[in-house]
């Protein structure tokens, strides 16, 4: 096979460092001295650094825990009370699954909390629509809306007054602040910002779940020989 230069197209000799024409410096490679080498790197495992993601493996285990988790923390679950712990443990789980589907399962507390990040998103968003879909069925379709109406009224009229007034706030502000509560807009904000928070939370404690997991789970990376 014929080589040229880069530079002014001219041929040179195989093995030949610099081009007789012009003098620029050739890059010189030999197929046969690193056939053997190039074998034996073809057929070796790959060798990922350990701060990086794989994240088409990752995105399919993230997706897969998420959904089923996201359902089971949202407001109105049977087992909601356990939702920040089962959030965590469904980051941890997310790194284990991860390091058992790629080799070598090096990985970093950051690499694994970006794994617990994307599970937290995916898991959180799903427990805000299962918590909005709930109680849009619950009160249009089950037609429980009353319920909640006289829930949030005894809420609003005894509870909070009785904190409100215990910290020292005047009753105008407090009468103010009732109104806006018990309009339909207060309640739609009450209740948007309550979940919101609720995201936001779960997606931390899956953050703080892939980190623990990639702390305990990801072996150290061994000397490189």
Known sequence: MEITCTRCHQAVEPGICYCPSCGLPQL??????????NLGELGAMPVRDAASVDWKPAMRTALALAIPAGILCSMLSPVSIFGLLL???TGVWAV?????KTR?????????ARIGLVTGLLGSWMAACA???????MRFFLHQGNSFDDLW?????????QQWASMGIDEHTIAMTKAWMLSPAGRAGWVLGTVSLL????????????ALGARILGRPRGPQF
Do not use: D
Not at 29 to 36: D, F, K, L, P
């Open 131 to 137: 918590t909005g879909v709930t109680l849009f069925a």
């Open 153 to 161: 009224q005894k809420l609003v009229n005894q509870q909070l007054s």
């Open 104 to 112: 070598p399962a090096w990985i970093t507390i950051g690499a694994g």
């Open 87 to 89: 959030m965590g443990g």
């Open 96 to 100: 284990a699954i991860y390091l058992r």
């Open 199 to 210: 995201s936001a939370v779960l997606m931390l404690f899956a953050v703080a779940g892939g």
């Open 28 to 37: 010189v490679y030999s197929a046969e001295e690193n056939s053997e080498q």
